[in-house]
Nanobody, 127 residues
Framework: QLQLVESGGGSVQPGGSLRLSCVAS?????????IGWFRQAPGKEREGVAC????????HYADSAKGRFVISRDNAKNTAYLQLTSLKSEDSAVYYC???????????????????WGQGTQVTVSS
């Protein structure tokens, strides 16, 4: 069973940046095809933010993330990243990473993605 641990969250002002990390243990990203980032704000449903294929690096972004967030991965380090820029107050949420060995990255949009999940890291954007 793959274990995922997120880090890098924190408090920033609007317009600021953060880089989130997701480290995997108990397996390798290359065995699990796709890595997704999700977020959940208080009182809201969890939403998919971005996804990347560990094989060919193809990416998929939610509309809210396009142009501001960048997902990447380093298979040698078993680590995925989510670079957050131009942060807004509405980006405040707990951010989770997840892997899925079967479903395509586009499935982050319909809530079906994810066989292993991390515990999340809090991102707070406030002035």
């Amino acid at each position: 069973q793959l274990q995922l641990v997120e880090s890098g969250g924190g408090s920033v002002q609007p317009g600021g940046s953060l880089r989130l990390s997701c480290v995997a243990s108990g397996g390798t990203f290359e065995d699990y095809y796709n890595i997704g980032w999700f977020r959940q704000a208080p009182g809201k449903e969890r939403e998919g933010v971005a996804c990347i294929s560990t094989w060919d690096g193809r990416t998929h972004y939610a509309d809210s993330a396009k142009g501001r967030f960048v997902i990447s991965r380093d298979n040698a380090k078993n680590t995925a990243y989510l670079q957050l820029t131009s942060l807004k107050s509405e980006d405040s949420a707990v951010y989770y990473c997840a892997t899925d060995g079967f479903r395509p990255c586009e499935s982050i949009d319909n809530g079906q993605f994810g066989s292993s999940w991390g515990q999340g890291t809090q991102v707070t954007v406030s002035s």
